[in-house]
């Protein structure tokens, strides 16, 4: 049985998922719910994705029922309100990109879907690649790590209405947006999973005249070297990222977000990693719906444990 799914928001992250998920068996969407100024949006969307039920209202939602679980792809500042009314209502909740403010606010949701007896999980697609399981795998062979660099970068449609003085939430402080949320929360990711957590963190952004980091990069200091992660929403340059060790590298060519190729050299013998056979969004939404038809709290577990371990390290980042 496919997951029963309503989709919280009209957002960009959320377009691009409606583009693509009608086609994958293991959900069957539902419902679309958004504000009331955002409604006709919202029919254009609802109508595209196949959506039979269009809401305005999360009470009227929730109240109608039909589903099993809720995605939830507001605005950064909103994911932690959203998503505790969502778990208060009795639904499993998948939670986009940066998942919460800050740690605590995690914490308390996480206790809250316990209490509940639902699945919360964060909506981040790096993990769950096959590309950088095939990373992982590999990293080993490399040996002793001696550095490791990732570039995610990309100027934002909505650099220069920032830069006109028109502010909206990728460049508001107040609503948690900015380079290290948006973008460098990939990069931690991706490095957290390869390597582990690091023995101490330092960010050094560049910061608009509103105080927001505009791009930065964050110094993942470990035994013995130390990684660099930049990210940035006010230029652009080719996306990649590397490990190199005494016995090899792992190169991503892209970004750390998609891990879409991605290559090994131990002992000057190339292996490439696979391809992705499905939009790199789909493998979270398959591990979440699975998680959730087995209750596999093994795997469940392993998941909230990767969210709390980048959030520990994103908030005392966070330069604002």
Known sequence: MPLRLAVLSTSRIVAEFLTHAPAWPELALTALCCRPESA???RVLAEKAGIPRLYTSEEALYAAGGFDAVYIGTANHLHAAAARRALAAGYHVILEKPFTPTAAEARA???????KGVVLFEAITTPYLPT???????RPKIGAVRGALANFSARSARYDDYLRGVWNTTFDPACFGGALYDMNVYNLHFFCGLLGAPQRAEYRPTLGGNGIDTAGTVLLQYPGFCAAALAAKDSGAPQFAMLQGVGGCLVLQGGSNGVEQVYSVVNGVRTDGPKLARHRMAYEFTEFARIVAERDTAAEAAARRRTLAVMDLLEPLRPY
Not at 109 to 115: R, S, V
Request: a negative charge; proline letters at 0%.
């Open 40 to 42: 006709e949006k919202g």
């Open 109 to 115: 949701l996480f206790a809250l879907a316990d209490e």
């Open 132 to 138: 950088y399981r095939f990373l992982q795998a590999e």
